[in-house]
């Protein structure tokens, strides 16, 4: 069972940056894609960003391209995702989740969330 615990969310102003964190059980990270999903109020569920488990391949959703970073560490089986030029429409449920295929729509499992909040 893989399990997943984020963490760094809080309350940033509009241009600021926030670094969000996510744990993995053991091995995850060497064997599962890990990925960045945010759900707003009213608003579906959508990809953040994502990253193979060996690192050499990764997807952005579009809103976020050019802002965001996503990047791992085997060693702490923990995935990064660095989030710059905070918009207000970033504001959202972060939620942290794996699959053993990077390139799905819907992951298997699913941390918690941790609420981003940006505000002007």
């Known amino acids: 069972q893989v399990q997943l615990v984020e963490s760094g969310g809080g309350l940033v102003q509009a241009g600021g940056s926030l670094r969000l964190s996510c744990a993995a059980s053991?091995?995850?990270?060497?064997?599962?894609?890990m990925g960045w999903f945010r759900q707003a109020p009213g608003k579906e569920r959508e990809l953040v960003a994502a990253i193979s488990w060996s690192g050499g391949s990764t997807k952005y959703g579009d809103s976020v391209r050019g802002r965001f970073t996503i990047s791992g560490d085997n060693a702490k089986n923990t995935v990064y995702l660095q989030m710059n030029s905070l918009k207000l429409e970033d504001t959202a449920v972060y939620y942290c989740?794996?699959?053993?295929?990077?390139?799905?729509?819907?992951?298997?499992?699913w941390g918690q969330g941790t609420q981003v909040t940006v505000s002007s």
């Open positions: 053991e091995h995850t990270f060497s064997t599962y894609a």
């Open positions: 989740a794996a699959d053993r295929n990077l390139w799905k729509a819907v992951y298997t499992y």
